[in-house]
């Protein structure tokens, strides 16, 4: 059985996108070539002054977007899979949280991993310099999936079964918003916005209470619910990789696609197919049926004197 023929089964074929950052800075997204600019400039109006009246939940409507699922993103999920099966060990390529922080004892919640890497992954999209037409291909998926698992994040955190999800997406939220609408004119283009943001993470007085630690990840960095400066630290962090930083990417967001599609019962699951189901119900199948969940189940850390979390 092919990736096309799995991936078929009375699905949609789309899946919902978000962008932490477009909704924090009231950027409207991708106009339609050809839009005339009353009905742009109308657009950007509505999206500045009137949706941040609306209730955020209902907000939230507006910035998401279905998008047709490349081919590429089945096919790569679909190899994953199978290569975890013909593997010994766990299924993660390496322990991801090393980006996050040098301390073991500070434990990271899947909800606040995605959130965290969502963020750095559109700070790497939109700085990086050294793109060729293979590492622009690659950036495009590590794109869909990203804001794929934002959206399920924001609109749909029941699939986390995680209980802290949606507290964590509304309390990291209004401190992201807080200081995007601070520093980044409202309806920027996201490179612009991006740029500003960059410039002020870089900028070690915007976190005072953060001290410097020689370019190393402290357990400071992750700073009650303002998860911009370890989102920051993390893409400079992946920066020191060069050009494995996309591979590194690419690995951990399908990695933990599987790994938040084994989070929730699978008779859930089951009942999301019925309906043709999200493409995570369609991932949990696949780990399902090759008998791998047991591989992108995380541990929980067993408590030990003095550890800290995140609040």
Request: glycine residues 4%; negative net charge; contains cysteine.
């Amino acid at each position: 059985m092919s990736s096309d023929q799995f991936f078929a089964q009375k699905w949609s074929n789309t899946i919902g996108q978000f962008n932490m950052l477009s909704f924090g800075s009231k950027n409207p997204g991708i106009v339609l070539q050809g839009t005339p600019k009353i009905f742009a400039d109308l657009r950007v109006w509505f999206f500045i002054h009137i949706l941040p009246k609306l209730k955020t939940e209902l907000e939230m409507l507006f910035y998401k977007t279905n998008k047709q699922i490349s081919d590429e993103l089945k096919s790569l999920v679909w190899e994953t899979i199978l290569e975890k099966a013909e593997l010994d060990g766990p299924g993660f390529s390496e322990d991801y949280n090393q980006y996050l922080t040098l301390d073991k004892n500070v434990n990271v919640d899947i909800d606040e991993s995605i959130i965290i890497w969502h963020l750095a992954t559109e700070i790497c999209f939109y700085t990086d310099n050294d793109i060729n037409a293979g590492l622009d291909h690659k950036r495009h998926v590590i794109k869909e999936i990203s804001h794929y698992m934002m959206y399920i994040l924001a609109l749909c955190p029941f699939m986390f079964s995680v209980g802290s999800a949606k507290v964590t997406f509304q309390k990291s939220f209004c401190y992201i918003q807080a200081d995007l609408l601070s520093w980044v004119v409202l309806g920027s283009p996201m490179p612009n916005a991006i740029e500003t943001l960059k410039i002020r993470l870089s900028d070690r007085t915007t976190y005072p209470e953060i001290e410097p630690d020689n370019g190393e990840v402290v357990k400071e960095r992750l700073w009650g619910f303002n998860f911009l400066p370890c989102a920051y630290a993390v893409a400079q962090k992946l920066r020191e990789k060069e050009e494995q930083k996309w591979d590194i990417l690419i690995k951990f967001w399908v990695e933990n696609l599987a790994r938040v599609a084994t989070l929730r019962q699978g008779n859930n699951h089951a009942q999301q197919l019925r309906k043709g189901g999200e493409f995570l119900s369609h991932v949990w199948l696949l780990i399902e049926h090759m008998d791998l969940k047991e591989k992108f189940r995380v541990p929980l850390p067993v408590p030990q004197q003095g550890e800290q979390t995140l609040p």
